[in-house]
């Protein structure tokens, strides 16, 4: 404990130290440089905004959906290794409602939801779009 107490009143003083050697002209605001930003600056109010994204609309689209994208081998990990925690419906972007009762309900019912969870992903490993976003608790239930 004392060597922790040493050590802390070290590394204060050394800190201590460097801010006593900065000049305190290093923290001076230059007003004419800030008027000179604000003047440069590009307008991004509302109205700009909006006619910004009436041009591309179309890009963000694509950008949206490539965010939206969830991959197999990731899902497939999770679920392995976090598969009694519910971090595998997490990832495939389940509400937190249904990962908690995972938890709850000790590991998806003594770890067998997670294991069909498993399974369904190996078999269905092509396409897993219907698990995304899939808010039910059995989420290959009435797909």
Sequence with gaps: MKKLLLVLMLT???????????PAEAYVLNDQKVEQLFTESTDISAAAVEGTLAMTSAVNL??????????????????????????HRLYLGTKPLTWIG??????????????????????????????????????WANQ
């Design 12 to 22: 204060l003083g050394s800190v201590a130290s460097f801010a006593a050697e900065m």
């Design 62 to 87: 694509g950008d949206v959906a490539q965010v939206k994208a969830k991959e197999f081998v990731p899902a497939l990990l999770l679920n392995l290794f976090l598969g009694g925690l519910g971090i």
């Design 102 to 139: 995972y938890i709850l309900t000790c590991g998806g019912i003594f770890g067998v939801v997670p294991l069909i969870d498993l399974i369904v992903l190996i078999i269905n490993n092509d396409n897993i779009s219907p698990y995304i976003d899939n808010p039910k608790f059995f989420m």
